[in-house]
């Protein structure tokens, strides 16, 4: 299903809902609930049998080594399948996880391949056509939000760029 141009996307129902709580055990940044289903697939299989039955919470905090925790249950981002791209380190940074489509593609399409939509830029990147986010994305909600945020900054790139230009 393509979130681009779907409205009925059911992994976009709750599209980057921060539900913040429990600070993380190391740098006592508030995290973002996570569930348990959506860790299992995160987690490296090596970790896995280590993941339990609770919900987590996400390191919000750019800075932090640690993806998941639990109480003092935690996972640190070497212990992950894909690099968390709130994390400042992140590489690749993927916002679309699904489609494996990073912010620098989302840039590249509309400042050197001129995407002018958001739709565009789907069909260029490929972006949010498989709703599988809750497996995929580490925070296991849709990625819309993130690939339109995106999307809206490297317009602001575009137009600062043409009136400097003018």
Known sequence: MDCCTTSNCS?????????????????????????NFTVKHIVLDEYLSQVGSNDYFLCTNPECDVGYYQGENVFYKQQLKVPI?????????????????????????????????????????????????EINNPTGK????????????????????????N
């Open 11 to 35: 992994c976009c129902e709750n599209s980057y809902i921060e539900t913040l709580s429990q600070a993380c055990p190391v740098c006592k940044y508030q995290g973002m609930l996570v569930k």
């Open 85 to 133: 791209w709130l994390k400042k380190d992140a590489n690749p940074k993927y916002v679309c996880y699904c489609s494996k489509v990073t912010e620098d593609d989302i840039m590249e399409a509309v400042l050197k391949k001129g995407a002018k939509t958001l739709s565009e830029v789907c069909k260029i990147t490929g972006a949010m056509k498989d709703c599988k986010c």
């Open 142 to 165: 849709c990625c819309a939000d993130i690939v339109k945020e995106v999307f809206e900054k490297a317009i602001k790139i575009k137009e600062r760029n043409t009136d400097c230009l």
